[in-house]
């Protein structure tokens, strides 16, 4: 126990899926917005000005990040409000006419549930299936494609296995029929180069917490023409499209961390590839009946999904936690549940294998060493667990 309680002083941190540390210079930048321009920015005396000012600076600089004009970002309070305010806000926008949704059996439950939720108004959702790596082929979307489609959504990055989808082939299809086309971005923005309009999307949903900025803050980008249907009503912020006051020093946080992002991407990427090569080759080495999750080429850095035979996966992810490695076991928001993955589950990955999964996301803070670490304790736990295994024995 001694062993133990010295290495959990020393903490690592692999589950930067669920949030990111925020940087130093995003916490200065918050900071006079949370003691000295504490005003509203929608009132027209002195007191509004300043913070007025921040928010118009802070969508010039998140729209920069996404390749978007500053008019076509909207804030909202995280990536599952963006996620709800693109896919009702579209349908409900387009309710007379279209009835249909489409989106793919991999998508986060905020788009999931979203999509579910409108079935109560009547509206019929069909759900993409993925390969084994977790890809949608466009030409399924294309077949699902139908004359009352209000919305297509599939994401862009895929948050448990890192899975890119071909956006840009499936945007050729919703063009072509003048549907709207929603991705959920927020495993893959700050994490590698992101164009909207070289993707071909409507609305795309990130957060701040993914890059280095505050958790709270996250933005849809709507293209312009692209009409939704407000969740909220009120004040008329955001051009009436996610009305009430701003968190101000929030979206300061994530402009800055955007900024931030953009200017620190190749650094990121290419130190979180070195990282995640480092601990898959290291798990390969020293623990078998293995299988990686997700496309082997087509991914984002530093994200190592892995499947591990004879042992269950909430005893992996406490054992590691107390050995102190912060991973992560499935989604961040559906952990509790100790439910098997619907992402794995949909790539075929069935039973022991999605039970007994850690997810491993890498920063560009973390080092060789830490990386050595957590292989040598993730042998280590799966031994032991093993040991008390009698499949394991018998195989």
Known sequence: ME??????????????????????????????????????PASIHHDGEEPQEALFKSREQV????????????????????????????????????????????????????????????????????????????GDVKKALREDTALVSIMHANNEVGTIQPLKEIAYYTKEKGI??????????????????????DLFSFAASQFGGPKGTGALYCKKGVQLWPLFHGGGQ????????????????????????????????????????????????????????????????????????FVEGEALLLHMDLRGISVAGASACMSITAKASHVLEAMGALGGEALGTLLFTLGEENTEEEVQQAVDTLSHVVTMLRAMSPLYKRA
């Open 3 to 40: 062993e133990l309680g010295q290495m959990e002083n020393k903490r690592i941190y692999m589950d930067h899926i669920a949030g990111t540390p925020v940087a130093p210079e995003v916490v200065e930048a918050m900071e006079p917005f949370l003691r000295e321009y504490f005003g509203n």
């Open 63 to 138: 729209a920069r990040l996404v390749g978007a004009e500053p008019e076509e970002i909207i804030f909202t309070s995280c990536g599952t409000e963006s996620n709800n305010l693109a896919i009702k806000g579209t349908a409900f926008h387009r309710m007379k006419e279209k009835r249909h949704i489409v989106v793919s059996a991999v998508e986060h439950y905020s788009v999931l549930y979203s999509a579910k939720a409108l079935e109560r108004f009547g509206f019929e959702v069909t759900e993409i299936p993925v390969d084994s790596y977790g890809q949608v082929n466009p």
């Open 238 to 309: 955001e051009d009436g499209r996610r009305t009430g006051t701003e968190n101000v020093a929030g979206i300061v946080g994530m402009g800055k961390a955007a900024e931030l992002a953009l200017q620190n991407l190749p650094h990121r990427m290419a130190t979180c590839k070195h990282l995640e090569d480092l601990l898959r080759k290291g798990i390969a080495d020293h623990v078998d009946q293995i299988k990686f999750n997700g496309h082997p080429e087509e991914h984002i850095p530093g994200l190592v999904n892995v499947s591990i035979r």
């Open 180 to 201: 709207p086309f929603h991705s959920d971005a927020v495993a893959s923005v700050g994490r590698i180069p992101v164009d909207v309009r070289d993707l071909g999307v």
